[in-house]
């Protein structure tokens, strides 16, 4: 119980931290872009920064609660003990990349996780603060991916160093102001890769999922490189900047196509199929 106890302590300071470290670089960004004259949606801006607080918050609190509780009971049952030398840390790093290319993609091919998803692709900017844009049921989703890693040994403390490690990744490659890469491209996630996942052009849909590693889009078939300068957004007609409408909106079409199928095999069509 002290080692959950101080477990949670330790997660319960990272999402916070995590959060103030983005908005003091959205303001570093801010600066620069308005010294360059680049044209910003403000109103966009600041719903991502709403969108990130709702979303950390749920997220820390959820997490704390009750994703490092289970993490801490699946531990006590391990099939195996890595300890905590380089093969835990690995293993765990390589687990993770796995299972964020695992359940981003099916959050792209499953209409009720879409429904989730969506909120960080609303934005038609490609910014830090589309970065921390995300759904306030975002925890929840991600729970059943990353919650039985302890099993194979791996103390919770060792995922959530790591995942904590790649949340600051993902926020660094929500950027137009790094161009190519070269041969980085090729092997990690980078800002040319990640932008190419958040164009709704038709070439650039469901490609490039990876989290880290671009390794797993590779090897499945959905890596694209970036040709010309994707078209951010959704590809159905929605915009607003009223945070539940860019939380829910998705969530709401759902239900209402649901309660309109005919019987149970179209609802779980409609829940199940694709966006």
Same mark, same amino acid.
């Given at each position: 119980?002290? *080692?959950?106890?101080?477990?949670?302590?330790?997660?319960?300071?990272?999402?916070?931290?995590?959060?103030?470290?983005?908005? +003091?670089?959205?303001?570093?960004?801010?600066?620069?872009?308005?010294? &360059?004259?680049?044209?910003?949606?403000? %109103?966009?801006?600041?719903? +991502?920064? &709403?969108?990130?607080?709702?979303?950390?918050?749920? +997220?820390?609190?959820?997490?704390?609660?009750?994703?490092? *509780?289970?993490?801490?009971?699946?531990?006590?049952? %391990?099939?195996?003990?890595?300890?905590? $030398? #380089?093969?835990?840390?690995?293993?765990?790093?390589?687990?993770?990349?796995?299972?964020?290319?695992?359940?981003?993609?099916?959050?792209?091919?499953?209409?009720?996780?879409?429904?989730?998803?969506?909120?960080?692709?609303?934005?038609?900017?490609?910014?830090? @603060?589309? +970065?921390? &844009?995300?759904?306030?049921?975002?925890?929840?989703?991600?729970?059943?991916?990353?919650?039985?890693?302890?099993?194979?040994?791996?103390?919770?403390?060792?995922?959530?160093?790591?995942?904590?490690?790649?949340?600051?990744? $993902?926020?660094?490659?929500? @950027?137009?102001?790094?161009?190519?890469?070269?041969?980085?491209?090729?092997?990690?996630?980078? #800002?040319?890769?990640?932008?190419?996942?958040? $164009?709704?052009?038709?070439?650039?849909?469901?490609?490039?999922?990876? $989290?880290?590693?671009?390794?797993?889009?590779?090897?499945?078939? @959905?890596?694209?490189?970036?040709?010309?300068? #994707?078209?951010?957004?959704? *590809?159905?007609?929605?915009?607003?900047?009223?945070?539940?409408?860019?939380?829910?909106?998705?969530?709401?079409?759902?239900? %209402?196509?649901?309660? &309109?199928?005919?019987?149970? %095999?179209?609802?779980?069509?409609?829940?199940?199929?694709?966006?």
């Amino acid at each position: 119980m002290e *080692t959950t106890a101080a477990l949670e302590q330790f997660h319960g300071y990272l999402s916070p931290a995590l959060y103030a470290f983005a908005i +003091g670089a959205i303001i570093v960004e801010t600066i620069v872009l308005a010294k &360059r004259g680049a044209p910003r949606d403000k %109103r966009s801006r600041w719903l +991502g920064i &709403r969108s990130g607080a709702l979303a950390f918050g749920v +997220g820390a609190v959820f997490s704390t609660l009750v994703l490092v *509780t289970a993490q801490t009971w699946v531990y006590e049952h %391990r099939v195996v003990d890595l300890g905590f $030398g #380089p093969a835990a840390w690995i293993v765990c790093f390589l687990i993770n990349d796995l299972m964020f290319y695992v359940s981003h993609r099916l959050q792209h091919e499953v209409r009720f996780l879409w429904s989730v998803h969506v909120v960080h692709h609303s934005s038609r900017h490609y910014d830090l @603060t589309a +970065g921390i &844009r995300g759904s306030m049921f975002d925890a929840l989703v991600h729970f059943p991916f990353y919650v039985w890693i302890p099993i194979l040994g791996i103390h919770p403390i060792i995922f959530v160093i790591l995942e904590t490690a790649f949340r600051f990744y $993902g926020l660094a490659y929500h @950027t137009e102001s790094v161009g190519k890469l070269g041969v980085l491209d090729e092997i990690l996630v980078t #800002p040319s890769n990640h932008r190419v996942h958040h $164009g709704s052009n038709k070439k650039y849909l469901d490609c490039n999922y990876g $989290g880290f590693f671009i390794l797993f889009d590779r090897v499945l078939g @959905t890596f694209r490189r970036e040709e010309e300068r #994707p078209t951010y957004g959704l *590809t159905k007609p929605w915009h607003s900047y009223k945070l539940w409408d860019c939380q829910l909106h998705e969530l709401r079409d759902l239900l %209402r196509d649901v309660k &309109r199928a005919p019987d149970m %095999r179209t609802r779980l069509r409609v829940m199940f199929g694709k966006p």
